[in-house]
């Protein structure tokens, strides 16, 4: 189970653990233990978050998406298979926790004077730079 954010708990259910064989140093030991752990997870489908979080969710993972549907994270930096599903599950907690804090609306502001007369002296000067590029004209 994970809790997200103190509102969120995905049931264990929804999550769908693999384990592999981890890459990387470790000597012999490597070649035997699967210690690299694969989390699957389908926001789409789950129960665990309301609406407009799965939206924002989405929108945010469509990338890491499976064909699917599956969210799919991986932890390989430990040698340790707990610490390794550990991991998994703080970045798991990161993404939801992410999408359910809605962004701030954005308020429009206006330029001040001060911005729009600076914007006006890089024109002109821009446009004598220029000018001097320029062939003579002919009389």
Do not use: F
């Not at 703080?90 to 911005?115: C, D, E, F």
Request: net charge positive; proline share 6%; aromatic share 2%.
């Amino acid at each position: 189970m994970s809790e997200n954010d103190d509102r969120i708990v995905i049931a264990p259910g929804e999550l769908h653990w693999d384990y592999a064989r981890s890459g990387g140093p470790g000597g012999q030991n490597v070649n035997k233990v699967n210690s690299k752990v694969l989390l699957r997870w389908n926001p789409a489908t789950s129960q665990s978050i309301t609406e407009p979080i799965r939206a924002r969710l989405l929108k945010l993972v469509a990338h890491r998406l499976t064909n699917e549907g599956d969210l799919l994270i991986t932890s390989q930096a430990t040698r340790d298979q707990g610490r390794n599903t550990e991991d998994c599950l703080t970045k798991l907690q990161a993404i939801v926790t992410n999408a359910a804090n809605p962004p701030k609306p954005r308020r429009a502001t206006r330029p001040t004077l001060g911005s729009k007369i600076r914007r006006g002296e890089e024109k002109a000067r821009r446009a004598d730079t220029k000018k001097g590029r320029r062939k003579p004209e002919s009389e």
